[in-house]
T-cell receptor, first 112, second 118 residues
Framework: GENVGLHLPTLSVQEGDNSIINCAYS??????FIWYKQESGKGPQFIID?????DKRQGQRVTVLLNKTVKHLSLQIAATQPGDSAVYFC???????????FGGGTRLMVKP | EAGVAQSPRYKIIEKRQSVAFWCNPI?????LYWYQQILGQGPKLLIQ????????DSQLPKDRFSAERLKGVDSTLKIQPAKLEDSAVYLC????????????????FGAGTRLSVL
């Protein structure tokens, strides 16, 4: 992932709308991806994961899409709620298999 | 099930001083990780333990950082001496296993220790 310093990309959505958070990864050998949610003052919390032999996986109100051709990952949140406000990180396992590499994060702000 | 416990939550020190952080992973989790998270960035792995052995410490600045997990359960991370650029949140995480089994790779994070070096 890229280092975006203090200025995280921000996505602002209206409560009830759907949110789409995007992530690009660089390692074509990565074969396992995870989305984490991090609220202020807390550690990252697991949301959903996907292996590279899948292109879509659904959870409760969340869907992860994987496009290996362009090395792109997205997290879709349906009916976004104020409690979804947080920073979202994608992470992937490197080709050695055991080191999780985090992207720079996207801040999601939900307007009531 | 209790989560990953870390202490202290906050620490303020002056540069060149020493500091230590403590982590107690989820019971039964074999793998323990320490991450450094600088403001506005994603966590960066410092060191990974499998039970009481080091699996990966390639990104640990070994001239000043050290970590141990003597009995394969809780762990301490130490910085000696601290520099201004060490100001960050230090996160501990644990997972059932360091293997590539899908569920066993999920890492569970503590709330972190926020370090400010003045």
């Amino acid at each position: 992932g890229e280092n975006v310093g203090l200025h995280l990309p921000t996505l602002s959505v209206q409560e009830g709308d759907n949110s789409i958070i995007n992530c690009a990864y660089s390692n074509s050998a990565s074969d396992y991806f995870i989305w984490y949610k991090q609220e202020s003052g807390k550690g990252p919390q697991f949301i959903i994961d996907i292996r590279s032999n899948m292109d879509k996986r659904q959870g409760q109100r969340v869907t992860v899409l994987l496009n290996k051709t362009v090395k792109h990952l997205s997290l879709q949140i349906a009916a976004t709620q104020p409690g979804d406000s947080a920073v979202y990180f994608c992470a992937d396992y490197n080709n050695a298999g055991n080191m999780l590499t985090f992207g720079g994060g996207t801040r999601l702000m939900v307007k009531p | 099930e209790a989560g990953v416990a870390q202490s202290p939550r906050y620490k303020i020190i002056e540069k060149r001083q020493s500091v230590a952080f403590w982590c107690n992973p989820i019971s039964g989790h074999a793998t323990l990780y320490w991450y450094q998270q600088i403001l506005g960035q994603g966590p960066k792995l410092l060191i990974q333990f499998q039970n009481n052995g080091v699996v990966d410490d390639s990104q640990l600045p070994k001239d000043r950082f050290s970590a141990e997990r003597l009995k394969g359960v809780d762990s301490t991370l130490k910085i000696q001496p601290a520099k201004l650029e060490d100001s960050a949140v230090y996160l501990c995480a644990s997972s059932p296993s360091g293997s590539r089994s899908l569920a066993k790779n999920i890492q569970y994070f503590g709330a972190g220790t926020r370090l400010s070096v003045l």
